[in-house]
């Protein structure tokens, strides 16, 4: 059974950018009918920022109750993960229920369709719903891709087939397990790991790259990886699983790239995230399905082999801009501008100063390009990193738990990158985000006045060597 639909504009997608777009829309009075197979609200809330956050959160107080002892008197600390996964469960995702956001977007006069949808031409989505019945959705103005990604999981021997966690699987468990392999080392299985240890699971985390966080600095990888090891995480770097093996007895085998083996009673495979093109049926539209992504002008229209296509919109993972809640939201930014106030266009332009932060503790936050990433686009550039300890009196009086650092990199006199770690890495982060989206002179930065004694206040510390270090030609 077939039915149709026509509509100003198709959100294909109800993440936090989609449901941006659709909300927006809505309430501005424009026809909108948005689709999602998923929850509405997407990965963050149910599986994501939202829950790993809480679980974040609970695994910092136990860290910090732990560090009472020689700080300010004597502490037992017992984890408990049961009052984690209930919030979670109760007031996170109301027990992964989506009928509140359903409700919203409707209350604003936005049409749902629940069902998998996929493009037959530019301005046609055909959506299967869970019954099977076909609704033929046709925009007049605008088709908005807002899909996401999901986890990626590696062609590894012995895999498929076994019980292994991605973080749905794991965010939705109520209970931990005893033992946990984490299969990739970046800021999803950082956190995960470092969260769960300090609740007393076993963990070994394996990462392909020479490092943990291989997106980033390097002395933020290595800085982690000393902090696990300290709170007794088997770090294992620059290697790959090579085989997996499980039994309902011993649970999993991973035998690594090197010939050594760990064990652990589950399995988590957190490496990265993939774009599937392909199940949007994107060819209809002119483009290679196979990529990885869409590729996107500056105000996110879908490119094409002839160039942009009028009416076709992507935003947020399937974008290529950054896998990232506040890049989605930004983009549903720039795509509702476009589509209410065209005589206005907002340009998408997250990328010469995105920011990210890794909540692990310390907390790693980065905005703009890596030392390495400048070198690569022929920027003559000087860097320094300094240990937050010695960058900020603040971090010096804050131990035990001041593992940090700040970094700079510096080209032509502004700041084209820099990273925080620290307690609050995330947050420092904000001062150097502004500057290096501003282009903010460092010389006006030495200028500033910064509050004594605060964790920001390293920044100036660190701007202060910047002249004792030689351009690094590219």
């Known amino acids: 059974m077939r039915t149709s639909i026509t509509t100003d504009v198709v959100v294909l997608g109800l993440g936090p950018g989609g449901g941006q777009v659709a909300e927006d829309l809505a309430s501005a009075g424009v026809p909108v ?30 860290a910090e109750a732990r560090r009472v002892d020689g700080l300010a008197g004597t502490s037992t600390v017992t984890p408990d993960w049961a009052p984690v996964h209930a919030w979670i469960r109760d007031s996170a995702t109301d027990d992964w229920d989506d009928r509140v956001a359903v409700e919203r977007l409707e209350a604003k006069g936005g049409t749902f369709v629940r069902g998998r949808g996929r493009f037959d031409g530019p301005s046609t989505v055909v959506v299967t719903t869970p019954t099977g019945h076909e609704v033929v959705v046709t925009a007049t103005r605008a088709v908005v891709v807002a899909t996401g990604s999901v986890a990626a999981v590696p062609p590894v021997e012995g895999l498929a087939g076994t019980p292994y966690w991605t973080n749905h699987e794991f965010v939705e468990s109520p209970d931990l397990p005893a033992s946990l392999v984490v299969l990739g080392g970046g800021a999803i299985g950082c956190e995960i790991t470092q969260a769960v240890a300090r609740f007393g699971v076993t963990v070994t ?15 933020a990888g290595a800085l982690l990886a000393e902090v696990f090891a300290a709170e007794g995480i ?7 699983a090579a085989k997996v093996e499980h039994t309902d007895g011993s649970g999993f ?22 774009v599937d093109l392909a199940a949007l049926d994107a060819e209809t539209l002119g483009v290679d399905a196979g990529a990885r992504t ?21 935003i947020g993972d399937c974008a290529g ?12 930014r720039v795509v509702t501008a476009s589509l209410l106030q065209p005589a206005e ?17 310390p907390e790693i936050g980065a905005v703009g390009l890596t030392a390495a990433q400048a070198r690569e686009r022929g920027l003559r550039v000087r860097t320094v990193s300094v240990p937050l300890a010695s960058a ?8 035990p738990g001041n593992e940090g650092l700040i970094s700079v990199v510096e080209s032509d006199g502004v700041l084209v990158g820099a990273t925080s770690a620290g307690p609050t890495g995330g947050e420092v982060l904000g001062a150097l985000s502004v500057a290096v989206q501003g282009r903010v002179p460092v010389a006006e930065l030495r200028r500033m006045v910064w509050a004594y004694p605060t964790m920001h206040r390293g920044i100036e510390y660190v701007l202060s060597l910047l002249d004792a270090t030689d351009v690094e030609r590219a």
């Open 294 to 314: 869409f590729t996107v002008d500056d105000t996110l229209r879908v490119v094409g082999p002839d160039g942009p296509l009028d009416g076709v919109f992507a």
């Open 234 to 240: 088997d770090v294992r770097t620059g290697v790959a």
């Open 205 to 219: 985390i394996v990462e392909y790259a020479d490092r943990l966080l291989a997106l980033e600095e390097p002395e």
């Open 321 to 332: 801009q950054g896998a990232f809640t506040h890049v989605a939201v930004h983009h549903a």
């Open 392 to 399: 900020a009196t603040r971090g010096w009086i804050h131990g």
């Open 253 to 274: 085998a991973v035998t690594l790239s090197d010939g050594s083996v760990v064990h652990g009673e589950r399995l988590l495979v957190a490496t990265g995230r993939r």
């Open 33 to 62: 009918v948005g689709i999602d197979a998923g929850l509405v609200g997407g990965e963050c809330p149910y599986w994501g920022c939202v829950p790993s956050k809480r679980m974040i959160r609970a695994a910092s107080a136990l």
């Open 345 to 361: 266009p907002l340009a998408s332009n997250p990328v010469t100063a995105m920011p990210r932060v890794t909540f692990t503790d």
